[in-house]
């Protein structure tokens, strides 16, 4: 009977050592991640974003030679946004795509404004005045914008960002991880994540998590280093890389191996077209994709129906 007690506690011990480590692989993902290896991974992106937050913009530019503008504008000008539209814009740093997207939907009022009072200018100047009037308490609510990050101090140098530039209108910041994210389902029209998601840990949920937030009709869009498609640039993108952006790192923040991580991870992270099945598997639907700059950079748009 002792025996046969043994064997059975064996079992049971075995059965829950086999659970066990199914918790702790997460099978969604291609690569099953353990957690131990999530929490190290996350503490060091973490560690990261903090050496460098003060010399981000900077380095920004001199890593790109300012064109990660162009490739955040080329963002802009795709999502084409309409006064009214809420956006969140997670993994947001210091908080430039939610500026761009605040000064676009600006712009965008003012233009219709306009519109609007030429479609009258027929019309006495008290009509005019008038129709001003209407457009201001009747025209569409204000967009707002709320940037994202894990990262208090990216969102605390995003923050005197906005105070130095004026821009504090419809703007919140909200510490918060892109896999689990702190606000309730259906609730942006937009959702953007710029080179921010090759850092999340388990891509697969964040996806989710996107999926939840956004209301039905919404739209992801994702900018994002990815595959470059021809060898010459790949070549001379790849000795730029390696040789070039952490010498930068080292000269301009004082941080070779931050920037080091940087390019490794960009070579890590999925094609374009493998992307873009994680976010058709995710559960959005007319997933495209758009190449920047030979595919050094590129745009992935899906939606929520
Ligand atoms: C390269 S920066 C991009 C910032 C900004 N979107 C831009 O385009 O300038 C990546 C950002 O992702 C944030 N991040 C990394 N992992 C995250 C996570 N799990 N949830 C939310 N933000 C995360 C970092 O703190 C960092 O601010």
Redesign the pocket.
Request: hydrophobic share 40%; proline share 0%; with cysteine.
């Given at each position: 009977r002792d025996v046969l007690l043994n064997a059975m506690c064996i079992t049971v011990i075995r059965d829950k050592l086999k659970n066990a480590q199914n918790v702790l692989l997460h099978k969604s993902y291609p690569y099953s991640i353990p957690l131990s290896y999530c929490f190290f991974f996350?503490f060091s992106?973490?560690k990261?974003?903090?050496n460098v937050?003060q010399k981000?913009?900077i380095m920004?530019d001199a890593m790109s030679l300012g064109i990660?503008r162009l490739w955040?504008d080329m963002l802009l000008h795709a999502m084409h946004p309409q006064p009214g539209a809420r956006l969140l814009?997670?993994?947001?740093?210091?908080?430039?795509?939610s500026f761009r997207f605040l000064e676009y939907v600006r712009s965008q009022r003012e233009r219709q404004q306009r519109r609007a009072v030429r479609f009258g200018q027929t019309l006495s100047y008290q009509d005019i005045s008038n129709s001003y009037s209407t457009i201001e308490t009747d025209g569409p609510r204000e967009s707002t914008a709320v940037v994202?990050?894990?990262?208090k101090?990216?969102?605390k140098v995003g923050k005197e960002k906005a105070e130095s530039l004026g821009i504090t209108a419809g703007l919140s910041w909200v510490v918060?991880?892109?896999?689990e994210l702190p606000f309730d389902d259906d609730q942006f029209d937009i959702y953007?994540?710029?080179?921010?998601i090759r850092?999340?840990?388990r891509i697969d949920q964040?996806l989710q998590e996107a999926l939840r937030v956004l209301k039905p009709g919404g739209r992801f869009m994702c900018?994002e280093f990815s595959k470059v498609t021809n060898p010459l640039l790949a070549r001379l993108y790849d000795a730029y890389s390696f040789q070039i952006i952490p010498v930068l790192g080292e000269v301009i923040a004082g941080d070779w191996k931050s920037y080091q991580y940087?390019v490794e991870s960009i070579r890590k992270f999925p094609s374009q077209e493998e992307f873009k099945s994680m976010i058709e598997d995710a559960g959005f639907y007319c997933v495209q994709y758009y190449n920047f700059t030979g595919g050094v950079v590129a745009l992935h748009s899906g939606f929520k129906l």
């Open positions: 996350s992106v973490y990261v974003f903090e937050a981000y913009d920004n990660h955040k814009d997670v993994a947001g740093g210091t908080g430039d795509i994202c990050d894990i990262n101090e990216m969102l918060g991880d892109a896999e953007t994540i710029a080179f921010g850092n999340v840990t964040a900018l940087l």
